[in-house]
């Protein structure tokens, strides 16, 4: 099954993508983290990270062990973290130059970055972010391309949790947009609504909630299978 097969991938520890000190051992370990940068990176920490991961590891059967931290961009630690969660109530001044360039080699080499905005200040989240990734951290490479992710037999849609059991209400064309290079979806990004804020558990109605936790599974599984 799906689960199966991302377990496996977690437990092969990404020799294929290049990291310098990944989970080597057979019990599959999925090391994430919230990426501190110079802005509201710590938004609705630590509920959203933990319900993330608890779902994730409900998910899974409890066949993965999870580890949530804190890193920047210019840590030691980074590449030791496949996964990237990021979120914010703006996005200007976000990163030095010397981050973006961690950033671009962090995804090139196989790094996964799941951007999520929170509160009222999305829409500057997301057009920053846009510009950031565009003109700063790939600039032109002819391997990048922006995208519109509105089919929805997508993978990063439907590889741990059915499309059709998450998406009724919530998914719209425009909601969902991310980053390939060189042909893989390295950047997931949620916007037009208080994603982060419901990852913690703030929604009025539980079930928006539990929706948003199960697209966030599908991201974290995405990232380890792509």
């Known amino acids: 099954g799906t689960l199966g097969a991302a377990a496996g991938v977690a437990s092969a520890g990404w020799v294929a993508r290049a990291w310098a000190d990944g989970p080597q051992s057979a019990r599959a370990r999925f ?3 919230r990426l501190i940068y110079n802005g509201s ?6 509920n959203s ?9 409900r998910a899974a059967g409890d066949r993965f062990t999870t580890d949530i931290a804190q890193v920047s961009l210019g840590d030691n630690e980074l590449f030791q973290y496949p996964f990237l969660y990021m979120t914010g109530f703006s996005g200007r001044n976000m990163f030095t130059f010397e981050e973006t360039e961690r950033l671009r080699r962090y995804l090139v080499e196989g790094g996964y970055l799941f951007a999520s905005y929170c509160g009222s200040g999305g829409p500057d989240f997301r057009d ?3 510009r950031l990734l565009d003109e ?8 990048s391309a922006y995208v519109e992710i509105e089919d929805e037999e997508h993978p990063v849609f439907n590889i741990a949790v059915p499309f059709s059991d998450w998406a009724s209400g919530l998914y719209r064309a425009g909601r969902y947009s991310g ?12 916007s ?5 804020c419901v990852l913690a558990g703030r929604a009025a109605d539980g079930r928006v909630t539990q929706q948003c936790l199960w697209q966030g599974v599908n991201v974290l599984y995405y990232s380890m299978m792509y």
């Open 49 to 57: 990270d933990n319900n993330l991961s608890a779902e994730f590891q």
């Open 179 to 190: 980053w390939e290079y060189d042909g893989r979806l390295v950047c997931f990004m949620a």
């Open 41 to 46: 990176w710590d938004a609705a920490l630590p």
């Open 128 to 130: 920053s972010l846009r």
């Open 192 to 196: 037009e609504y208080d994603n982060n």
């Open 31 to 33: 090391p994430f983290a």
């Open 136 to 143: 700063e951290v790939f600039r032109g490479d002819p391997k």
